[in-house]
């Protein structure tokens, strides 16, 4: 069970790289990834791509606890993924992350 568990958690970016307020793209195990840390300290992982009309989100703005699409302005909470407003009504794809004592942001793609 715990041997799992380790290797269920990938080393995904150093925490160094993701200040507050910042975001990047990551691919972990062939996914590609948006991987962010909100002003206030959140830590996200969700899908690139925008469900509406895969809108590259890593160059859209992330307003508070929302990321916006950069291609028709639809937003999308970091945390669960869900759309929050049209044209998107399909979720991302959130993932567990976690910022290890190691100095190492992991993110767990098999939950
Ligand atoms: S592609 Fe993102 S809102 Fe249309």
Known sequence: MKT????SWKRA???ASLPPGTKQSVKVSDEKLLIGRSADGLL???ENLC???????AEG???GRELVCPR???RFDIKTGAALCLPATAP????PIR????GWIEVNLEE
Do not use: R
């Open 99 to 102: 910022e290890n004592e190691d």
């Open 44 to 46: 996200f992982a969700v």
């Open 72 to 74: 028709h302005g639809a």
């Open 4 to 7: 799992k568990d380790v290797m």
């Open 51 to 57: 469900t509406h009309d895969d809108g590259p989100l």
């Open 13 to 15: 970016i150093p925490s």
């Open 92 to 95: 991302l794809t959130a993932f």
């Open 61 to 63: 703005e992330l307003d």
